[in-house]
């Protein structure tokens, strides 16, 4: 069975969700961080197991004319704190009409797209605070 989750589900774990075949799951997870595609979870007594997925999402695809101009959207997006997955030359990140037009003023190329988002995990990703 086949679990899609969103970039925002992949990091909550618990709650209930649906898998592909239309069966709910009840996620009460014990361990820290996020669940990565390809990850496979069992109940207890092991008699279910589900693959996670990352599930497609409504995203902005954001291509620039110079890779400095993509270095400063990259800038800017992570100073409002915006979940970005990089590529050489593009960005992706969750369609937002304010954002858009934000990059759009700056000369960039912003399309929409739906694909499986899997944005950095952050400079933090593991750190705990006591």
């Known amino acids: 069975m086949e679990l899609p989750l969103s970039a925002d589900q992949r990091s909550v774990l618990r709650g209930r969700r649906r898998t592909v075949c239309g069966r709910d799951v009840l996620l009460q997870l014990p361990r820290e961080g996020a669940l990565m595609p390809g990850d496979r979870l069992t109940d207890s007594q092991e008699d279910?197991?589900?693959l996670v997925t990352a599930a497609s999402e409504a995203l902005?695809?954001?291509?620039?004319?110079s890779p400095l101009a993509l270095l400063e959207a990259s800038y800017h997006l992570g100073n409002r704190h915006v979940a970005l997955e990089l590529h050489e030359c593009e960005l992706l990140l969750l369609d937002d009409t304010v954002l858009a037009t934000m990059l759009e003023s700056r000369g960039l190329r912003v399309t929409r797209c739906c694909r499986p988002f899997m944005p950095e995990s952050g400079a933090?990703?593991?750190h705990q605070h006591r």
């Open 124 to 126: 933090y990703n593991g």
């Open 60 to 65: 902005l695809r954001v291509e620039a004319p």
């Open 48 to 50: 279910v197991e589900v």
